[in-house]
């Protein structure tokens, strides 16, 4: 890819934008709450682009662009009965309690709601999760540049995390959310160009969907398996997902897609930021509206460069092979860019992509010094010190998390398998999680030793299930059967949603049966933790477009819509 | 905050915008090839520049007038 210094300095100007955000908000750091939480100060519409653009990184922005081309348009049920019910659950029920609770974090919540050992858990595993998260997109990105751009490894990892590393430092939770706001823009300016002159060039949605025709039925599969999202899912080998609807729905839709937006304290912290109760319940209803319409543009590039490659020779634009001759989808995207951007716009096009990168990063980095400083260092190492004090160890959490990070990006650079298998694990501990959260809102009989039990129980089902199954083609492994081959998935992605079932249901019934057992808490403790012992929040907004339930509604009539135009 | 943020995203829009437009006056055509003989630079840009525009407008609007 050919840079000139019109795409140079369109970089530059953002990074400097970057820092100058960071540097602006030094001045208003002045307690643990600013830099942790934002002083609670943020208006809803900036919290909710911020809740959606800490998950879209740079990875995410790839790997949706590599299902486009790999899976087709089904790859939009990570949207459409993915992220958006979850994000209308959190919004209406959920985020009474987080926010109302005054919890500082996801594990302070299970603090309050439960008991310290569930909070140690869920707080320990998440932080040891997000800092490694955060080193494998850092590998990856290192990787990603130097294929693209030629840029050094070590230059491309130091560059981004010393200026993550410096904005966090000195604006705190502040900082990362007004540059995920940055970020979601450039990604929406610097995105929309690509798929309109994409979809010019093929003819619009009839040409691309005439063309995925070919792609299709040279992969063995009926003509519209890659332009129709739901019509294929009948059974798992008439798609290629290889996975059937009864196991997108309950594996994605419900397990997966809720135990991330529901539970995950990277997005929550974004809402918990927010300035009033009504704010923060808006927040992941204000983010599931752009949400909606990214399949647009993530996705669809990705489809239009597996519908061009398909016909070589009359388009010119290509997808590079892997060394075992399989197509690199993850080239998809920054393949499209290369394609067709006149220098000027890939600079924005690239600065879009390096954007989502670090923020991505630098939402790791706040959701792990929060989650250190309050759940860690001032419940187990040093409590009640002074609140200057935990400012401060803030700052040093920013520090030594991106040095970990660091750490694990070049750790990944030697043993590629260490980190599948961290994954692997993290996914493990991950399943359960919504079954925890979903009890202990709206059940006041569960305990904290049913949580707990239940959460490891849950973990544990999940390593029985992946280590006694096996994908098809797959070799026994970090794919799974190491306790022998019980059962053979027609794809990864469908054993992945099957161990995440396996372990939600586990913890489901494990949680009910210990608690059913122990002794509950009183009640009155209870009150603003659980369902039925707290007062509904009233919508007091004056105007309907602000009232939490009416947003909900609109949201999910949008995301049903899209489900019925693309079926 | 003190800072409203969309004085920060309109001023980098208006700046990034305005770079794609002063940039396509100077770039020779053939480079639009890849974008279907399309002056993606150009329409692009203004569009980048009023987005920019209206931000800081905002921004300034809500916090009296840093403009001034």
């Not at chain 1, 682009?49 to 990875?59: C, D, K, R, T, V």
């Not at chain 1, 993550?164 to 970020?183: H, K």
Request: with cysteine; hydrophobic share 55%.
């Amino acid at each position: 890819m050919k840079l000139t210094i019109v795409d140079w300095s369109i970089m530059l100007i953002y990074f400097v934008f970057v820092l100058g955000i960071g540097l602006a908000l030094k001045r208003y750091m002045k307690t643990s709450t600013d830099f942790f939480l934002s002083g609670r100060s943020i208006p809803a519409w900036i919290t909710g682009l911020a809740f959606i653009s800490a998950n879209l990184g740079a990875q995410e922005v790839i790997g949706m662009g590599a299902s486009g081309a790999k899976y087709g348009i089904a790859t939009s049920h990570f949207y459409w009965i993915g992220a958006i019910p979850a994000m209308a659950f959190i919004g209406v029920f959920m985020m009474p309690f987080y926010y109302g609770s005054r919890a500082r974090s996801v594990p302070e919540y299970l603090k309050l709601r439960f008991d310290e050992k569930t909070r140690g858990l869920n707080a320990i595993s998440f932080a040891v999760m997000t800092v490694f998260s955060s080193g494998i997109s850092l590998y990856a990105v290192g990787l990603l540049l130097g294929s693209l751009l030629g840029w050094d490894f070590n230059f491309s990892v130091l560059v981004a995390a010393v200026i993550v590393l410096a904005y966090v430092f000195l604006g705190g939770l502040t900082s990362a959310i007004y540059n995920e706001v940055l970020q979601f823009f450039l990604i929406v300016f610097g995105f929309a160009p690509l798929v309109i002159i994409g979809l010019i060039d093929v003819g619009g949605w009839s040409g691309l969907q005439s063309r995925l025709v070919t792609v299709a039925t040279s992969n063995g599969f009926g003509a519209g398996a890659w332009s129709e999202s739901w019509a294929y899912m009948g059974s798992s080998s008439s798609n290629p997902m290889g996975v059937e609807w009864f196991g997108l729905a309950m594996g994605l839709g419900f397990v997966l897609s809720f135990g991330y937006w529901c539970t995950d304290f990277l997005v929550v912290q974004r809402a918990m930021a927010a300035d009033s109760m009504s704010a923060a319940r808006r927040t992941p209803l204000i983010a599931a509206i752009p949400k909606m319409f990214f399949p647009f543009l993530v996705i669809l590039p990705g489809m239009i460069a597996i519908a061009l490659t398909y016909q070589t020779g009359q388009s010119g634009f290509v997808l590079p092979a892997k060394a075992d001759g399989s197509l690199n989808y993850d080239m998809a995207i920054p393949m499209m860019l290369g394609h067709y951007f006149p220098t000027g716009m890939l600079g924005v096009g690239l600065t879009a992509l390096i954007a989502s990168f670090m923020s991505g990063m630098a939402g790791n980095v706040t959701a792990f010094n929060t989650v250190w400083t309050y759940d860690i260092y001032q419940s187990y190492i040093k409590k009640g010190a002074s609140d200057q004090h935990y400012l401060w160890m803030g700052r040093m959490a920013t520090v030594f998390g991106i040095a970990i990070s660091v750490a694990a990006a070049y750790l990944a650079t030697r043993f590629n398998n260490i980190m599948d298998m961290l994954q692997l694990v993290f996914a493990f501990v991950n399943a359960p999680l919504f079954a925890t959260f979903l009890l202990g809102m709206f059940w006041k009989r569960t305990t904290g030793h049913g949580a707990f039990v239940g959460l490891l129980s849950g973990t544990l089902a999940a390593a029985i299930h992946h280590g006694s199954t096996l994908p098809k083609g797959a070799l026994v492994g970090i794919k799974g059967g190491w306790f022998g081959t019980l059962h053979m998935y027609p794809s990864e992605m469908a054993q992945n949603f099957w161990t995440a079932i396996f372990a939600w249901t586990t913890c489901f019934v494990v949680t009910i049966v210990v608690s059913l057992l122990t002794k509950p808490r009183e009640e009155g403790e209870l009150v603003g933790l659980v369902y039925s012992l707290t007062e509904r929040p009233k919508d007091t907004e004056s105007v309907w477009y602000r009232r939490p339930t009416i947003l909900a509604a609109i949201v999910l009539a949008g995301a049903l819509i899209l489900n019925i135009l693309f079926w | 905050m003190g800072l409203d943020i969309r004085t920060p995203i309109g001023l980098l829009f208006a700046v990034v915008g305005a770079i794609l437009v002063l940039s396509s006056f100077f770039l020779s055509s053939e480079v639009y090839r890849a974008s279907l003989g399309i002056n993606i630079n150009l329409w692009w840009g203004l569009v980048m520049l009023a987005f920019g525009l209206i931000m800081v407008f905002l921004g300034a609007r809500r916090n009296g007038s840093p403009l001034e």
